[in-house]
């Protein structure tokens, strides 16, 4: 009898457990790399601030115009990157967008 009530005992207590362990949501890595230029001269642009909507994180371009971005992300989102910088039109890019593009991102701001 005494073993039975604490099987109950552990049941009752770890089945509510098991039963959240499959819903966990399902991350996904996403590596992003390109370059960012001027769309009228094509100078590469520094220090031009990517922030990413979904995951509140920001980077940056390097002096040469480069930027290398790892993000983990849930499976379900669709995180989007604003690249801007000041004197330029921002430009925004989701996920689909950014797979699109095999490789390397060339970025084109434009003057304003």
């Known amino acids: 009898m005494k073993k039975i009530v ?12 098991l039963s959240f362990a499959g819903d966990a949501p399902k991350t996904r890595s996403i590596m992003i790399s390109g370059k960012i230029m001027d769309s009228s001269n094509n100078e590469l642009l520094a220090g031009v601030k990517i922030n990413c909507s979904n995951c ?9 115009g480069r930027f290398f971005i790892y993000l ?33 991102l060339a970025i084109n701001l434009q003057s304003e």
């Open 6 to 17: 604490c099987l109950l005992l552990v049941v009752m207590f770890f089945s509510p457990a």
């Open 56 to 64: 509140e994180k920001s980077f940056y371009s390097d002096l040469e």
């Open 72 to 104: 983990q992300v849930n499976s379900d989102e669709n995180p989007k990157l604003e690249f801007s910088q000041v004197g330029y039109s921002s430009q925004i890019l989701n996920l689909q967008d950014i797979q699109s593009n095999s490789g390397s």
